[in-house]
Structure formats: C-alpha cells, structure tokens
T-cell receptor, first 112, second 114 residues
Framework: SQELEQSPQSLIVQEGKNLTINCTSS?????LYWYKQKYGEGLIFLMM?????EEKSHEKITAKLDEKKQQSSLHITASQPSHAGIYLC????????????FGTGTRLQVFP | SQTIHQWPATLVQPVGSPLSLECTVE??????LYWYRQAAGRGLQLLFY??????ISSEVPQNLSASRPQDRQFILSSKKLLLSDSGFYLC?????????????FGPGTRLLVL
C-alpha cells in the first residue's frame, strides 16, 4: 500500500475554476513538500510545510498542512492552462529529510 | 545560484547493454545527492542517496549502482540493463545538513530499454 496517498489521481477543470488536491498519510509528516512536474521534465519545488496548521501561498497556489500533520491540501484559485501538469507531494516521515516518500501524483488538465 | 544538470536527456538502450547517467550540481558545496526513478503510474522511488564523496546508500535491491567520484557529481550505472530498468530517472540535491532541507530536482533522463 502507498504510504502517501494523493487524490484525485487525475483532474480536468475548466479555466478559471478552483481546485484542490489532497495528500494523506497515516503517519506524522515532519516535512511536506509540494512539487509540480510537466510531462517529461524534472520536478519544480513549490512549497514546503513543517508545522501543524501551517499555510503558505505562492501566486494562486495555496498549500496547507493540518494540525495533526497527516494531511496536506494544495488549492489552486482561478486555474489557468499554465497550471497544468503533475502535482506531487513528498513527505519526510522519519524526521530525516534524507529520505522523502512521494505520492503517486495528480495529473491536472486545464481546458479553456 | 545553484543549478543541477542531467544527461543525457533521453536514452534508448538494448537489453544487456551498460548504462551511465550523469548528474552534476553547480553553485553549492557538499550537497546531499539523490537518484530517483519514476515509473509509469507510480510515484518517485528513491534509489540511492549520498552525503559525501564515495558515500552511497542504496534504498532498494536492484540492477543499478551509483557512484560519487567528486563532490558535485553523481553517476548512476548498470552493467547489464533489464527491460524493467526503463523509466524516468531524476537526480536531486539538497543542502548538506539534510534535515528539513528542500530537495531540488534535475531535468531528468528518460531511459527506454528495448
């Protein structure tokens, strides 16, 4: 079973719509990282969350880590075609960032 | 600023042939280095990580090996490729402390073994 579950696996939204991607673990997350990947390319770092209840924003993307530090959500407001790609969450579950566990990713498509 | 390079970008190799993928980092010293593989429909799987020259930790038993001949150079190798080695290989680096350090990824190498 996957230690880090991402949902949904795939998402198709119309431009301008809001959307949320979730990343859930049964274990405490000591560090939670969100990355974006365009097909066939490397991962681009978006945000890192460490503290329970923490929330960070960058342009139209907001990420939150719940108080229990077991779930994170990534919210995109007024989506644009440039937001399309694969979003991956990675987590430090051992309090040792040498080893990140990654979710399977969420493929986002945004159509005009 | 720091940059990470990987090459080649794409590689098609026959089964049984050797492999050498290279990753180099610029603009930082004594980074932690990582090799990941991304297979279709799966997340990233950590293959190897290194905290210093000549120090390699393997995460999963496999047909691959890694080496770090220089501080900012990380090489992924195989003596004989298998079909199952096909995938997208990503190299990443993080600060030397490791703890709570963000990992930054290279552009990746797509490997197809036929």
């Amino acid at each position: 079973s996957q230690e880090l579950e991402q949902s949904p696996q795939s998402l198709i939204v119309q431009e301008g719509k809001n959307l949320t991607i979730n990343c859930t673990s049964s274990k405490t997350l000591y560090g939670l990282y969100w990355y974006k990947q365009k097909y066939g390319e490397g991962l681009i770092f978006l945000m890192m969350l460490q503290k329970g209840g923490e929330e960070k924003s960058h342009e139209k993307i907001t990420a939150k880590l719940d108080e229990k530090k077991q779930q994170s959500s990534l919210h995109i407001t007024a989506s644009q075609p440039s937001h399309a790609g694969i979003y991956l969450c990675g987590a430090d579950m051992l309090n040792n960032t040498d080893k990140l566990i990654f979710g399977t990713g969420t493929r986002l498509q945004v159509f005009p | 600023s720091q940059t990470i390079h990987q090459w080649p970008a794409t590689l098609v190799q026959p089964v049984g042939s050797p492999l050498s993928l290279e990753c180099t980092v610029e603009g930082t010293s004594n980074p932690n280095l990582y090799w990941y593989r991304q297979a279709a429909g799966r997340g990233l799987q950590l293959l190897f990580y290194s905290v210093g020259i000549g120090q390699i930790s393997s995460e999963v038993p496999q047909n691959l090996s890694a080496s770090r001949p220089q501080d900012r150079q990380f090489i992924l190798s195989s003596k004989k490729l298998l079909l199952s080695d096909s995938g997208f290989y990503l190299c990443a680096w993080s600060g030397p402390s490791g703890y709570q350090e963000t990992q930054y990824f290279g552009p990746g190498t797509r490997l197809l073994v036929l």
